[in-house]
């Protein structure tokens, strides 16, 4: 991966809908190297994927709450059980496995208290070898996730 597709990355992580002439004037190519120069980071698997950033209060999910799960026992099993489960949760919008304890940490978009208090009755309690649950609710969403810092000079890990 060179400048020119960390360029692209960069300016498709802003505006993943920006036409394919526009982002080769921005980064100094002709439409047709542009567009190969896309297709090739999709088939590559660089790029996974577009969506649409969806503000939470439109959809009724802007009740955020980070949940930290702990598992007994820690095996194979549990954890390949554990994780198949929660991807049947519609609440739970974010999941990772963690080095230390916590064993997880979800992040759960819902409406309000109440329905998070049903959530965690009716899917967070019955979740797999779940050992302990703690939540905290978040009050503001400081910084988003979603975008991966990308510089031109840095090299691509293999």
């Known amino acids: ?61 802007s009740f955020d709450v980070l949940v930290y799960i702990d598992l007994s026992p820690i095996d194979e099993s549990t954890i390949t059980a554990f994780e198949s489960a929660v991807q049947d949760v519609e609440d739970i919008v ?25 959530s965690y009755i009716t899917h967070l309690a019955t979740l797999p070898a779940v050992s302990r649950i703690t939540s905290q609710i978040a009050m503001k969403t400081v910084k988003p996730g979603g975008r991966l810092p990308i510089k031109p000079n840095e090299r691509r890990n293999k």
């Open 1 to 61: 991966m060179d400048t020119l597709d960390r360029e692209i990355l960069d300016l498709l992580q802003t505006d993943g809908r920006l036409p394919n002439l526009e982002l080769a004037h921005r980064v100094g190519l002709s439409a047709s190297p542009c567009l190969r120069r896309v297709r090739r980071l999709e088939d590559e698997r660089i790029i996974v994927g577009y969506r649409a950033v969806i503000d939470p209060r439109a959809v009724g999910r």
């Open 94 to 118: 974010e999941c990772h496995r963690m080095v230390s304890k916590p064993d997880y940490l979800l992040r759960v978009a819902v409406a309000d208290l109440a329905a998070y208090e049903r």
